[in-house]
C-alpha cells in the first residue's frame, strides 16, 4: 500500500464511520428492543477476531504466523448460548443457532453497523477483507496457500469486495462470470468428501481480498475499487444479498 493510498483511506474511514455512525444510531434503540424482545441477553456481541498480518511463522515453511488482534462489535444475532456446545465454528446459511432477528439482521448485515466503533478506533476499516477468529484462522491458512496475504498491511473491513460479489457463504452467484471457474477454484485436489467445504467457500473469498489488496498498490485503482464497493454495499444491503 502507497502512503497515498494508505492517507486517503484512513481518511474515508473517518469521515465515513462518524457519518455512519451519526446517521445509524437512531436504530440502536429499535434494533436493541427487537434482539431483546426476541431473545433476552446481552444487545450487543463482542468477539475477538484477528487484524493485520505481523511478522511470524507461516505454516507451510516453518514461521509461525502472527496477527494483530483485537474485539470486534455486533449486534447479537444468535442465542446467547450459541458456541457453549460447539466452540469456535463458521456460521452457515441456516444456522439453527441465529435467532429470527437475528436473520432479519444478517441479512441486512445491520448486525455489522457497531464496527464503525472499530473503525474509528483504527482496528478496522469501511473497506477491506473481513476479519476471521484467530482460533480459526491458523487451519484456514493450512488448508488454502497464501490465506494469510489477505491480510498483509491490510485491515479488515465492515465490508469488502467479496462481499459485495458473493454470497453470504463465499458461493459464486450463478450469473457470476466466476461462477464458470468454480470447479476448478474449489475442491482443487479432488479430495473425497471434501466437497462444499467450509475450505472451499474461503478460497472463493480469497480471490476478491487478493485482488483488493492489489487494487491498493496504486491511487486510481484504489479509488475506483474503493468507491465501486462503498456505492454496491448499500444496495446489496436493502436486497439482502450477500449474506
Not at 88 to 103: H, K
Amino acid at each position: 500500500m502507497t502512503p497515498s493510498v494508505r492517507f486517503l483511506k484512513r481518511a474515508v474511514d473517518v469521515v465515513g464511520a462518524s457519518v455512519g455512525l451519526a446517521m445509524t444510531l437512531p436504530l440502536y434503540p429499535i434494533i436493541g428492543a427487537a434482539i431483546y424482545l426476541d431473545s433476552p441477553g446481552p444487545l450487543f456481541y463482542k468477539q475477538r477476531r484477528a487484524g493485520e498480518l505481523l511478522e511470524g511463522e507461516d505454516p507451510k515453511t516453518g514461521r509461525k504466523l502472527k496477527f494483530s488482534e483485537f474485539r470486534m462489535w455486533k449486534f447479537r444475532t444468535m442465542r446467547p448460548d450459541a458456541e457453549k456446545q460447539t466452540g469456535a465454528v463458521l456460521a452457515q446459511v441456516g444456522d439453527p443457532r441465529v435467532t429470527r432477528v437475528g436473520r432479519i439482521l444478517r441479512k441486512t448485515r445491520l448486525d455489522e453497523l457497531p464496527q464503525f466503533i472499530n473503525v474509528l478506533r483504527g482496528e478496522m476499516s469501511i473497506v477491506g477483507p473481513r476479519p476471521e477468529r484467530p482460533e480459526l484462522l491458523a487451519n484456514l491458512a493450512l488448508a488454502i496457500p497464501f490465506f494469510e496475504e489477505r491480510m498483509r498491511s491490510v485491515k479488515p473491513g465492515i465490508t469488502g469486495l467479496a462481499q459485495v460479489s458473493l454470497g453470504y457463504t463465499g458461493k459464486a452467484p450463478t450469473e457470476s462470470e466466476i461462477a464458470a471457474w468454480e470447479s476448478v477454484l474449489t475442491n482443487p485436489w479432488k479430495l473425497e468428501g471434501a466437497d462444499g467445504s467450509e475450505a472451499d467457500d474461503m478460497r472463493m473469498k480469497l480471490l476478491y481480498d487478493l485482488a483488493y489488496s492489489a487494487s491498493l498498490e496504486r491511487l486510481s485503482s484504489y479509488v475506483r475499487t474503493e468507491l465501486e464497493i462503498i456505492v454496491k454495499t448499500p444496495l446489496i444491503m436493502l436486497k439482502g444479498l450477500g449474506r
